[in-house]
């Protein structure tokens, strides 16, 4: 194995590792895990979609993404309505409380961004999200 295989893999998973680190310390106190934000996040822009297409968005296997859903229900952030067209799928939404992280988890992705682009300008990073794109649309 080359060392650029190895410098993809580790870079890619320390730059994650930090977004995490990132996102962790905004949100200790908001009662929410970071596998849960991640959840939110992602029901941000697919409100209302079923219950697969967000477990397949946050790359979580279902048995995780139902222990999410389960206690974004229990803290009253979520509601789950079952789909009338296939009485098997579950359309996800936010409920009012839940309404209210959405600014919050906006601003957390902002300022991720912003601190990104300070570091390395806006279009480098802009080119970097661009490759990831490219790269994952690609990838076998």
């Known amino acids: ?21 990132y996102v962790a310390n905004y949100i200790k106190d908001l009662n929410i895990s970071s596998a849960e ?13 079923i219950q697969d297409v967000l477990v ?3 790359c979580m296997d279902k048995a995780a993404a139902s ?12 509601m789950r309505v ?8 579950l359309n996800i939404y936010f409920t009012e409380e839940g309404k209210k992280l959405i600014p919050i988890i906006n601003k957390i ?16 990073l802009d080119l970097l999200i661009s ?4 790269l994952n649309e690609k990838h076998p």
């Open 1 to 21: 194995m080359s060392i650029k295989n190895l410098d993809l893999i580790k870079n890619s998973a320390l730059f994650r590792k930090k977004y995490h680190a």
């Open 37 to 49: 934000f991640a959840y939110l996040k992602e029901l941000m822009h697919n409100e209302g979609s």
């Open 56 to 58: 397949q968005n946050t």
């Open 67 to 78: 222990r999410v859903m389960k206690t974004l229900e229990n803290k009253n952030l979520i």
């Open 82 to 89: 079952k789909n009338k067209a296939d009485k098997r799928s």
């Open 109 to 124: 992705l902002d300022d991720w961004y912003l601190e990104l682009s300070n570091a390395m300008g806006s279009e480098k």
């Open 131 to 134: 490759l990831f794109t490219e």
